[in-house]
Nanobody
Framework: QVQLMESGGGLVQAGGSLRLSCAASGSIFSINTMGWYRQSPGKQRELVAT???????NYADPAKGRFTISRDNAKKTVSLQMNGLKPEDTAVYYC???????????????WGQGTQVIVSS
């Protein structure tokens, strides 16, 4: 059984900051890319940022300059520091991890349950 557990969402005023964290656990053989996606009501899930196992980040345009993604390979965690939050950042944020597990023995995408971020104006 593999699990991605997110934490750190909440309510914040515009201009404020939040830090999201996600920990992978279970029968994991290896982890490739980890990342964060978000989904607002009525919209499709969209990329926020990803980071490779070597630490190379990739940001969607709305996140550039405001969000910072990081990971700890030893702890199997990925974090997203969000600064300068705007009301349009309001969404459910999902942790994603591309992993090989001992049960599946092939690479696949796994998702957390999501954490709500609300930015008030």
């Amino acid at each position: 059984q593999v699990q991605l557990m997110e934490s750190g969402g909440g309510l914040v005023q515009a201009g404020g900051s939040l830090r999201l964290s996600c920990a992978a656990s279970g029968s994991i053989f290896s982890i490739n890319t980890m990342g964060w996606y978000r989904q607002s009501p009525g919209k499709q899930r969209e990329l926020v940022a990803t980071i490779t196992s070597g630490g190379n980040p990739n940001y969607a345009d709305p996140a550039k300059g405001r969000f910072t993604i990081s990971r700890d390979n030893a702890k199997k965690t990925v974090s997203l520091q969000m600064n300068g939050l705007k009301p349009e950042d309001t969404a459910v944020y999902y942790c994603q991890s591309r992993m090989v597990t001992f049960t599946r023995l092939y690479e696949d995408d796994y998702w957390g349950q999501g954490t709500q971020v609300i930015v008030s104006s």
